[in-house]
């Protein structure tokens, strides 16, 4: 793989990495918010000290507060936070769902990440009970995690109906991890004029509709999706 080519996956891979991250009940614009924030990664800021020595979880940037020149070491929070402007962060709804819009400054692209399966429990921080016992359930059983699909829909929706977050005719970059790679590549299925590149880590698969065309397919997702939306 060219060079180039790792560069481009490192910096979506750490996009989605800041969308594994607790983002909520913080001003997306201030920089040390969100560089702590950052640092704890998928360890709950309710349960966790950003400064323990032991977390849990490990999808986390390094915090290089000073340390000269660190906003140009990659994979610090402060390198980040120097590139990114974190636009919206859809914090866990009633599914589970939960994505990030991302804007890179140097190029002005903007990035939807979905976060992954959330592994901790509910009462050590995470939401194990909706994305491992509903979403991912509904993989293996279905083929599609409809609940979460359905919230994404809606939020995509909302992001479009808002011009200071998502100006109009946008073209993302989507990326997701594990359960955010089956909604990543549902919603690139589904919105495949609205997107550059998708970029999936680990990704759960997704089911077949049995006995026809995948673009025919495609249109009956967004149909089945549209009716539950309407319930």
Known sequence: MPQSDISTWLQFALQQMAAESYLQGIALTN????????????NNPLLNDPNSPILSGKTRFVDLSGVPGANQVVGSAQAFVSRYDIIDHHANDATGFSATLMRDITTGEYTLSFRSTEFQTQVNGGDRERDGFGADLEITSDGFAFGQL????????????DP???????????????????L?????ELHSADIQHTYTFNAAGQGLVGGISEETGTFYISKRLEAVCMR
């Open 31 to 42: 920089d040390a918010d969100i560089i702590t924030r950052l640092k704890l990664g998928n």
């Open 150 to 161: 359905v919230a994404m829909e809606a939020y995509y929706q909302q992001l479009k109906a």
């Open 184 to 188: 990543a590549t549902v919603f690139t």
């Open 164 to 182: 200071t977050k998502l100006p109009p005719g946008t073209v993302l970059n989507v990326t997701g991890y594990s359960l955010g790679g089956h």
